[in-house]
């Protein structure tokens, strides 16, 4: 950061010296090298295993496999239909921040950037530095573009690690598409969400339209399609039902959620407030031509369990057609949010191509996660097991003693700028090993 000095006239203005020149791409790369010399061998070695896949696809074309496969990490050669001749361009997953609460010196905290490449793209969450982890990936004027296309951001809830950089991507989109005809950006989120960004606009522009993520729950996904087709004029009385039925499942097994006495406790017993989703109508029917522009069917969030209006998201892709008029299942991406393990987190997740899901405490620490309302590494990948996931992300680590926790094989540990190819997915698992070298010397206590 340039300090301000007292300095002698002819040398009047922000002092730069501290600031370090710009790093160079090979410099970095030197410098790792320098530091971590055995990664040589092992560099060699991943970009093999692109070749390896390559020649894999070839002579083994991808099996049949659209009845559910329940486990196919058993199989690791076993892949999901829905990833048959996935294109590079077809999704990149790229995880911004992966730490919990703050930003600190290794983890910004949450966002997760869901590239289509020419067909948009979405942030689900948007943390303090959010925008900067944007320049970082894909430098200043890439990362001016990515905001441009954005097609919406999803807000899991009102933590500050999870939205308040979302004034900034959006005040900054205003800017870049001055003076250019567009739509003013969809931001999905929970009901106080709104009161923030209606007071933020106060003072300056947004360009946005909100949409709350009780009317993106399956029940009001439905509630509106019958809506459309019979045009008539229900009340939302489907979508809150079920946002009754949904509090009610977790007031009944809440024993287990929470802390005694707790606030969340409290919360969950009150009955679910019913939404009027009429006047979200015509924003829903805008979402789902957005997302059909984008390959996508339905996104759905879902409640969970951490504080009130806290939801979780899936994510699913629409089915193609392959050249032989073969359909292939859309693949399915679940993020947790913030949340407890719970069963209807599982079921909304069922059969994810990838499940991105909290891991804020280390296994040890069970009774603080249930406290918190966050989920330890076990049961995070315990809730990718049991719910079918192909691949597993842990984030959300706690930026007080940074572990990397114990791995199995389907399951992946995100870093900061972590950016997977779905092309990618069936190699994740092979890549894990030289993760651990990659970050050995980082982090003070290692468990591996
Ligand atoms: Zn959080
Ligand atoms: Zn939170």
């Not at 205003?174 to 739509?183: A, K, S």
């Amino acid at each position: 950061m340039p300090a301000v000095l007292l300095r002698p006239h002819a040398q009047l203005g922000l002092d730069r010296s501290q600031i370090p020149s710009l790093a160079i791409h090979s410099q970095i790369i030197d410098e790792l090298l320098a530091e971590v010399s055995e990664i040589v061998d092992p560099a060699n070695h991943v970009k093999q295993l692109w070749h390896e896949l390559k020649e894999e696809k070839e002579l083994n074309p991808v099996k049949d496999n659209k009845h559910v496969i329940k486990e196919p990490w058993l199989d690791e050669n076993t892949l999901p239909s829905c990833l048959e001749k996935m294109r590079r361009d077809d999704l990149e997953i790229v995880l911004l921040g992966t730490g919990s609460s703050q930003p600190s010196k290794y983890w910004n905290v949450s966002s997760i950037y869901i590239n289509f490449f020419s067909k948009g793209s979405l942030l689900f969450d948007c943390g303090e530095g959010t925008l900067g982890q944007l320049k970082r990936r894909y430098g200043i004027d890439s990362a001016n573009d990515t905001v441009r296309n954005l097609k919406s951001v999803w807000i899991s809830h009102i933590h500050a690690d999870h939205h308040t950089d979302l004034p900034r991507v959006l005040a900054l989109r205003c800017d870049l598409l001055r003076g250019v005809p567009h739509e003013p950006l969809l931001v999905i989120g929970p009901r106080q969400l709104k009161g923030f960004l209606d007071a933020y606009r106060r003072l300056e522009d947004l360009d946005m339209q909100f949409l709350d993520c009780r009317s993106t729950t399956e029940a009001s996904w439905n509630a509106s399609d019958h809506e459309f087709e019979s045009n008539k004029d229900q009340s939302a009385s489907g979508s809150a039902l079920s946002l009754h039925i949904n509090n009610k499942r977790l007031q009944d097994n809440n024993g287990s959620f929470f802390a005694r006495g707790s606030q969340m406790q409290s919360f969950w017993q009150r009955p679910g407030s019913p939404i009027d989703n009429s006047a979200a109508y015509p924003i829903l029917e805008r979402l789902k031509k957005m997302l059909l522009e984008s390959g996508l069917e339905a996104l759905i969030s879902f409640p969970v369990v951490h504080c009130p209006q806290a939801y979780g998201i899936a994510l699913k892709a629409a089915e193609r057609v392959n050249s032989i008029e073969k359909v292939i299942p859309g693949w399915k991406i679940g993020y947790s949010g913030d949340t407890r393990p719970f069963a209807e987190l599982r079921e909304a997740c069922r059969g994810a191509t990838v499940l991105i899901h909290e891991a804020t405490f280390e296994d040890g620490l069970v009774e603080e996660a249930i406290a918190k309302n966050h989920s330890t590494t076990k049961e995070a990948i315990e809730m990718g097991n049991s719910a079918g996931a192909y691949r597993i992300i842990l984030t959300h680590f706690s930026q007080r003693d940074p572990k990397i926790p114990i791995l199995t094989i389907h399951t992946c540990i995100a870093f900061d700028m972590m950016s997977i190819n779905i092309a990618d997915l069936p190699l994740l698992p092979k890549v894990l090993t030289y993760l651990k070298l990659l970050f050995r010397g980082h982090f003070c206590n290692f468990s591996f």
